[in-house]
């Protein structure tokens, strides 16, 4: 019971920051106007008409929920919605005389079901959590009435279908998370464009080249990890300097070299490009990274020499650049355990060192130098690797890392 009573504190404050934050755009709010349904429109003779149409919105949702094995939903019943579990009520950010739905946190609830038009009806939300449940089908394009989002987590459902465009028409929308869903196809360019402070896209169906205009990202997280976007990294990576601190690119099917541009993300606390295709050497630019504290690189096709400069980073606490044909390593990287560095060094060509690759292999490596300049990494590239030696993996594992799993709401708050 105490678990359970802090939890709705926590989850009340949250909603009540959140309202705060999406002052601002009230005016927007009143101005969005995709209406779910005509059907309601006239019918309500409520004290709140608010509350009403919050109440016509979630009985809505609950014939089209059809699996909720830990009744969740049980007391979704009369028009007392701000005692429905899972739904949290505040004042109005217009009338605080008034209480609205602001918030719906079902993360963990394992129910099944559609989402329906009526969720429009919502325009007071400032939080919606779906974390780890059984959803399907696409997202309505009513839910663009909600335009005091602040929050959206749909991660680890089964929903499908494009890109759910209607999430660029979310005005105070701040963090995305749709990871562990079945969307697929392209990313539209104007999802780089929005002011999010966290974008979780990993583990769908996600095709094509990253849009170059990734840089315009204003996010501090990124991650785009196992889905199968090809191309290279768009050196406009740059732009996003000023708050970009973890990048995870994991399993995405990048190709060419890794662009100097990366080094100018002064911020960057995580790279992680594993499990990937690409090329050449690691930019030396990496050395200026002063903020790195995990660069995986590891399960590519780079070569060259691992410089000192990487491995005398001051904030530089794991290194992995297996599975690569590194052939030679600088200075401190010969011996980073002497700094208490975690690294792992193995299947590449580095003479005297275990687990190394065949001297086939390396050779072949060798034979064919890739020179950055000449294939210059831009977005849309799909252009085959300069060698494919045998011992690279045709296709890479999906991965279930904790890092790119869903957790019940944001880290960074």
């Not at 999406?22 to 509350?51: D, I």
């Not at 007071?124 to 394009?141: E, I, K, M, T, Y």
């Not at 410089?307 to 599975?323: D, K």
């Amino acid at each position: 019971m105490a678990s359970h009573s802090f939890t709705f504190f926590l989850s009340h404050a949250l909603i009540l920051f959140l309202l705060h934050l999406a002052l601002p755009c009230y005016n927007a709010a009143a101005k969005h106007g995709h209406s779910p349904s005509r059907h309601y429109r006239h019918q309500a003779h409520h004290s709140n008409p608010r509350l009403y149409h919050a109440y016509i919105a979630l009985q809505a949702w609950k014939r089209v929920i059809y699996s909720d094995p830990r009744n969740f939903t049980t007391n979704w019943s009369g028009l007392s919605v701000c005692n429905y579990t899972g739904v949290f009520c505040a004042k109005a950010l217009d009338d605080p005389k008034i209480q609205v739905v602001a918030g719906i946190d079902l993360n963990h609830a394992d129910i099944a079901g559609l989402i329906p038009e009526e969720l429009g009806f919502l325009t007071d939300l400032a939080l919606f959590h779906l974390n780890s449940n059984r959803f399907c089908g696409v997202l309505p394009q009513s839910l663009s009435n909600l335009a005091l989002l602040y929050e959206l987590d749909l991660s680890n459902n089964r929903f499908v279908g494009p890109f759910p465009s209607v999430v660029l028409s979310m005005p105070s929308l701040h963090y995305l998370d749709i990871r562990y869903n079945e969307f697929e196809g392209s990313l539209p360019p104007e999802l780089f464009k929005k002011s999010l402070d966290a974008l979780f896209l990993n583990n769908n169906r996600l095709t094509n080249a990253i849009p170059a205009s990734l840089g315009q990202t204003s996010s501090s997280v990124l991650v785009l990890a196992n889905n199968n976007f090809g191309g290279c990294l768009p050196p406009s990576i740059a732009d996003s300097a000023d708050t970009l601190e973890e990048l995870l690119l994991i399993n995405i099917s990048l190709s060419g070299c890794l662009p100097p541009e990366v080094g100018f993300l002064y911020k960057l606390r995580v790279l992680d490009v594993s499990l990937n295709h690409v090329e050449g050497p690691i930019p030396y630019s990496i050395a200026g990274l002063a903020h790195l504290e995990q660069l995986n690189v590891g399960h590519n096709m780079m070569t060259g020499v691992v410089p000192s400069g990487v491995c005398i980073l001051p904030s530089l606490a794991n290194f992995t650049f297996s599975y690569n044909y590194f052939c030679e390593e600088e200075g401190t990287c010969m011996n980073l355990t002497s700094k208490g560095i975690a690294y792992d060094e193995s299947h590449n060509c580095l003479p005297e060192k275990p687990f190394q690759r065949s001297e086939k292999e390396c050779q072949a490596a060798l034979e064919h130098p890739v020179d950055c300049f000449q294939h210059p990494c831009t977005a849309g590239f799909r252009g085959p690797p300069a060698f494919a030696p045998a011992g690279f993996p045709a296709a890479a594992p999906l991965l279930s890392s904790p890092s790119l799993s869903p957790s019940p709401s944001p880290s960074h708050f």
